[in-house]
């Protein structure tokens, strides 16, 4: 079962590489494209608003001159949904990507994902995401991160924190579970 957090984080992962790369805000075409790579359908367009669907997840796009994307558990709960927003912070003059819980007062989790912040007169990724997709194997469902993701984490964060709850993660060899979410984190290509 898919949930929203598995589509929410490879999503930001693509959002942050037009970020990155390009210096601007990815386009509702281009957010809409990264959904159907994920596995979702494109149920409508039009109006200023997208709707697409997996079989557990729904994702509104709403593109206007920030890109705001709620991403439901397709039965509904709300307590598990998820917002990724993109938005130019003028006063910092920086672009900005943020994957908050979509109702703080009923999300059962603690979403610990530090936000995208690329300076836009430096160019430079003034934070330390740690993003990429999911993949389920025997042990359990992984956050698959590359080595460049890593050794940023790993100069500038704390290994031992969840990136994505916040909790406790515990390392052997490439791979780490947190003990309080229970997802794990793997580096592909990467040592510990």
């Not at 330390?128 to 999911?134: A, K, R, Y």
Request: aromatic letters at 6%; charged letters at 30%.
């Amino acid at each position: 079962m898919q949930e929203p957090i598995a589509v929410a984080v490879p999503l930001a992962k693509r959002m942050m590489d037009v970020i990155v790369s390009e210096k601007r805000l990815p386009s509702g075409e281009e957010v809409k494209e990264s959904l159907k790579e994920l596995g979702l359908e494109e149920l409508y367009s039009g109006k200023g608003l997208a709707l697409l669907r997996s079989r557990d997840v729904v994702a509104l796009i709403f593109p206007r001159e920030n890109i705001v994307v709620d991403v439901l558990p397709a039965s509904g709960e709300v307590s598990d949904a998820l917002e990724v927003i993109a938005y130019h912070d003028k006063k910092l003059n920086s672009l900005i990507l943020e994957i908050l819980p979509a109702n703080d007062l009923e999300y059962e989790g603690n979403i610990g994902i530090e936000p995208v912040i690329v300076n836009l007169e430096t160019g430079e990724l003034e934070s330390v995401p740690v993003l990429g997709d999911f993949e389920e194997d025997k042990d359990g469902f992984y956050l698959v991160i590359d080595e460049e993701t890593f050794e940023r984490w790993k100069e500038e964060g704390d290994l031992n924190t969840c990136p994505l709850c916040g909790g406790e993660l515990s390392w052997r060899g490439k791979r780490g579970l947190c003990l309080d979410c229970g997802y794990g984190v793997k580096v592909r290509g990467g040592n510990e």
